[in-house]
């Protein structure tokens, strides 16, 4: 029967078998990485050419010739490390005295030392971070990607050839050893770039030297990973955060611009595929570098992103949020970004996505929660064109934001953001039209009649203005929705007029205050103050009562009824339709005279109001 050593006995020929096996295995394995350009496996070629110069004992240049030696069956052999000299101080580590020593040789304490040294020394002679060493770091940056473009023109087809032969051969390890080493140079001095982060005063000599082009045209290389880490050092050059003066930064973002950063960054976000995590951190990176303003006014990517925040996902992930959240910032930015999306079935995407929130609600401080609120900024924004508020109805929005008011909980008040900008402007008629005809005056006047939150019930306010003012005279709808304010004895007229006495007495504060300090202000300072009384105003509340008294004028003027019992109110506290007056006569005030369109349309009413409360 066989020994035990004799189990773990290998010939030369059984050894050699195992290793080509081995071989084989690890090129099949590795074969992907490779064809996908990654550089990485070159560890793994090194690895694989010194194994098999060294055999099972650790011995090099030997014959390969596993062996175990038979161990002496001597009981005295000592184990474990060795005792301290004799008269040695013990070392004071372990208070109970278990165990003896530091636990390192002198020889490796004498290496730790020299790293100390090193280390003390590198810190004293720290690197001065000036014009003259961006200079040097350009130059340096210029000549590995010049090397890497020449063997990779040389041999760029080397590891795919090496990967596909049956025997290693040494010039394929020399010319791919040469060939992934520039790669892994070039990725090192990309990442070494992030220090000019923390120096934006060297924006403008890195982008004169040429280095921003040079740096953006990576965004193309055929290494992905190359490609998405110059992406990283460019959203970090341009993150909100730095430091930089409006000069500096226009330096650096024209000259990214001017080297057609945007079309290279869509480039990416088609290729990259987000099941891998490196590509998925790459789309994240491309998604930050939207964070500049100067940025944002590009409308290339919004087919991209309205692909995006519809990928249907288990759980909401921060790229899906991110795309939403930039999507809006674009909306938000210029005219021609909103009519590109809606150009793009935009309304009725971002319906379709709201709809599943109109009874419950995504979990709170999660992804899913800031993912809906984008969704929420984005359709607001789109309406504010419009052509949205025709797709809007088109798409049933009012029928959404309707049962969003009757069932819904985190979407109500935002139901009602999404009405109120539907139905403002001078085209927003059809949509106070189709309100009225899907019974929305019910939900709207049950809302009204109890205590809602600020902004809700400055909605709500803009909402029931907006109707007064486009709803046909004369036409059912005008008619049922002044029926709403008289009926059960004018209760909404009521609740109107107290609301009213609410903003009244809040501006009426922050007036007295300001009266106050424009006393000890000349005329000059109280220019320079003017943006920042008005701001105090409007925080008191000063635009909604402007809101309560438009609606207010417009119901004296329809009805009489509603003329004498809003007097009736107004005279509980010893006051008539002159305080309602004054503030339609402060807004005209207050508007430009030169005003076209619509806001000439809202004077020429304001006007013909103030005229009906004389």
């Known amino acids: 029967m066989a020994s035990i050593d004799d189990l773990f006995k290998l010939s030369e020929t059984q050894y050699t078998n195992q290793q080509a096996k081995i071989r084989d295995i690890q090129r ?96 004293a002679k720290a690197e001065k971070i ?142 990259l595929d987000e099941e891998n995590e490196s590509d998925r951190a790459g789309v994240y990176h491309v998604l930050s570098i939207h964070a500049p303003p100067i940025v944002c006014t590009n409308t290339s990517f919004i087919p991209w992103f309205l692909q995006r925040i519809q990928k249907k996902e288990t759980t909401i992930s921060q790229n899906k949020q991110y795309s939403a959240e930039i999507l809006a910032i674009l909306l938000q930015s210029s005219s021609a970004s909103r009519l590109r999306c809606i150009n793009l079935n935009g309304v009725d995407i971002f319906l379709q996505l709201l709809s599943p929130y109109r009874k419950r609600d995504p979990t709170k401080g999660t992804e899913e929660e800031e993912y809906v609120e984008n969704l929420f900024d984005t359709s607001v924004c789109c309406l504010d064109e419009n052509d949205g508020k025709t797709k809007f109805l088109e798409a049933e929005g009012i029928e959404l934001c309707l049962i969003m008011l009757k069932e819904g909980k985190m979407s109500k008040p935002r139901a009602l953001r999404l009405l109120d900008h539907a139905l403002g402007g001078q085209d927003g008629v059809a949509c106070c039209t189709k309100l009225v005809e899907t019974a929305g005056l019910k939900p709207l006047f049950s809302m009204s009649m109890k205590s809602q939150d600020k902004q809700s019930t400055e909605h709500l306010l803009g909402i029931l203005c907006s109707m007064l003012r486009s709803l046909p005279a004369d036409s059912a709808e005008r008619i049922r929705l002044l029926a709403k304010f008289v009926e059960k004895d004018y209760e909404k007229i009521v609740r109107t007029v107290k609301l009213r006495r609410e903003y ?111």
């Open 504 to 614: 009244a007495a809040k501006v009426a504060a922050v007036d007295k205050e300001i009266q106050a300090e424009q006393v000890k202000l000349s005329a000059a300072e109280q220019e320079n103050r003017v943006d920042e009384w008005l701001s105090r105003r409007l925080d008191a509340g000063l635009y909604s009562l402007q809101t309560v008294d438009v609606i207010l004028a417009w119901l004296v003027a329809e009805d009489e009824g509603a003329r004498e019992k809003v007097r009736e109110l107004l005279g509980e506290r010893d006051e008539g339709l002159e305080v309602v007056r004054a503030t339609l006569e402060d807004q005209l005030k207050s508007m430009d005279t030169t005003a076209e369109g619509s806001d000439a349309d809202f004077q020429d009413m304001l006007a013909t109001l103030v005229e009906h409360l004389r």
């Open 28 to 123: 099949s394995k590795y074969a992907d990485k490779v064809n996908h350009g990654s550089y990485l496996w070159l560890m793994w070629i090194d690895a694989v050419y010194k194994a098999t110069k060294i055999n099972t004992n650790g011995d090099v240049k030997t014959n390969g010739n596993a062996t175990v030696e038979e161990a002496d069956d001597d009981e005295d052999v000592e184990a474990g490390p060795s005792l301290p000299p004799d008269g040695a101080e013990e070392s004071n580590d372990d208070e109970e005295g278990r165990f003896f020593g530091g636990g390192i040789t002198n020889n490796t304490a004498d290496v730790m030392d020299f790293i100390d040294e090193r280390d003390k020394g590198d810190d």
């Open 130 to 271: 000036d014009a003259a060493w961006v200079r040097k770091l350009a130059l340096n940056f210029e000549r590995k990607i010049t090397k890497n473009s020449e063997l990779r023109a040389k041999f760029g087809d080397e590891p795919r050839k090496y990967v596909s032969e049956a025997t290693f051969r040494l010039c394929d390890l020399t010319n791919c050893y040469r060939f992934m080493g520039s790669e892994a140079d070039l990725d090192a001095d990309v990442k070494a770039l992030s220090i000019l982060s923390e120096h934006p005063g060297l924006y403008g000599e890195f982008a004169r030297l040429g280095c921003v082009a040079s740096l953006v045209s990576l965004l193309s290389h055929e290494n992905t990973d190359i490609a998405i880490d110059a992406i990283e050092i460019i959203s970090e050059l341009t993150d909100e955060n730095v430091e930089a003066e409006q000069e500096q930064w226009d330096s650096l973002v024209d000259a990214m611009l001017d080297a057609d950063l945007l079309s290279l960054l869509y480039d990416n976000l088609a290729r």
